[in-house]
């Protein structure tokens, strides 16, 4: 059963740059995707972007494209995500999430995001 | 981006209740939604996905459904374990999209 590590808690001057990893142990990405999640305090799920294979290259939201890439290693067994410019508004818990086809009894394979990291802190602070 | 609203944004209900929560999405997205559970500290778990499937492990009291843009999320009989906040998520798109969340509280 895979489960994904993520490093540990930052904090970061605003405008600075903080770099997540995410380490699938027991097994690796090649055959899914990785998406990552943040959650500002007290607010709910946001989507940030991933790589999902059938779609090739990663997708980004929008309000983060111009400022966050999101890799994978050659093994395929640890995801990163760097998030630059950092703000305040930044300041939440952040998610990898393993992206997985999931196939439902009449044989429709859907995505969804099944093994979670245990989310890693980032704090933005003068 | 494809829109995904909630309802109700919070709920208090009874060990016992039968609960729904509703998703719409902004436009069609045939069966394409999922729902997480997520408690307080913890990372969100997976429930249901394709509108209507129950991920592996998860109780029989959890069922979804719906198509288009308006999907439920249904908790037959609440148990103490259930109070939490549960998120709707379109996987149509390759933009994915949570809904704002509903959090459910104990009565």
Request: glycine share 10%; charged share 15%.
């Amino acid at each position: 059963q895979v489960q994904l590590v993520q490093s540990g808690p930052e904090v970061k001057k605003p405008g600075s740059s903080v770099k997540v990893s995410c380490k699938a142990s027991g097994g690796t990405f090649s055959n899914y995707g990785v998406t990552w999640v943040r959650q500002a305090p007290g607010q709910g799920l946001e989507w940030m972007g991933g790589v999902i294979p059938i779609f090739g290259s990663p997708s980004y939201a929008q309000r983060f494209r111009d400022r966050v890439s999101i890799t994978t290693d050659e093994s395929s067994t640890t995801a990163h995500m760097v998030l630059s410019s950092l703000r305040s508004e930044d300041t939440a818990v952040y998610y990898c999430a393993r992206v997985a086809p999931a196939v439902t009894a009449g044989g429709s394979y859907y995505y969804a995001m099944d093994v979670w990291g245990q989310g890693t802190t980032v704090t933005v602070a003068s | 981006d494809i829109q995904m609203t909630q309802s109700p944004s919070s709920l208090s209900a009874s060990v016992g209740d039968r609960v729904t929560i509703t998703c719409r999405a902004s436009q069609h997205i045939n069966s394409y939604v999922n729902w997480y559970q997520q408690k307080p500290g913890n990372a969100p778990t997976l429930l249901i996905y394709g509108a209507s499937s129950l991920q592996s492990g998860v109780p029989s009291r959890f069922s979804g459904s719906g198509s288009g843009t308006d999907f439920t999320l249904t908790i037959s009989s609440l148990q103490r374990e259930d109070f939490a906040t549960y998120y709707c998520q379109q996987s149509y798109s390759t933009l994915y999209t949570f809904g704002q969340g509903t959090k459910l509280a104990i009565k």
